[in-house]
């Protein structure tokens, strides 16, 4: 038996989505941070794996005011599979670099499995990903970039 209403896992995987697209726009990732309980688990394969809210707010919003990464503006979903028995969503984000000066589109994906814990919050994340896929993609961005402001 599920341990949510499928409708309550759909809600905050969308909410999860316009949150993260806001925190893109406005470059300021705290509302992220407050997509999860008190004392999540965060693991990123790259950057480590972090506990609790605070400290995934202490990583997470300054990373994302960082040059180059501050010109990851918007993402998108490729696919998403809902695990309603266990309270799980799968999906493949698709991270979109700025607009180099050239019209050029940059962006690649990674696999994201995040768990909901209830009352729109989610337990654990999970990112999975190819750096070497990110780092080309943000060299490419940026020699499109030099291109265009020299």
Not at 79 to 98: I, K, P, Q
Not at 128 to 135: K, L, S, T, V, W
Request: aromatic share 14%; net charge negative; charged share 25%.
């Amino acid at each position: 038996m599920p341990r949510f209403r499928t409708q309550e896992l759909h809600e905050a995987y969308k909410n999860f989505m316009v949150v993260s697209d806001q925190c893109a726009a406005t470059a300021d990732y705290n509302a992220f941070a407050d997509l999860f309980t008190q004392d999540c688990t965060y693991i990123e394969h790259v950057f480590g794996e972090m506990h609790g809210r605070e400290e995934v707010r202490n990583w997470i919003v300054p990373l994302m005011k960082t040059y180059p990464i501050d010109q990851m503006v918007r993402y998108t979903h490729d696919w998403v599979l809902f695990d309603e028995d266990n309270g799980r969503v799968v999906f493949s984000a698709r991270t979109h670099m700025s607009d180099p000066g050239d019209g050029s589109l940059h962006s690649t994906t990674n696999w994201t499995m995040i768990d909901y814990a209830g009352d729109g919050l989610f337990s654990r994340e999970e990112d999975i990903y190819n750096p070497e896929h990110f780092g080309k993609m943000i060299e490419s961005w940026q020699a499109a970039r030099d291109k265009t402001s020299s």
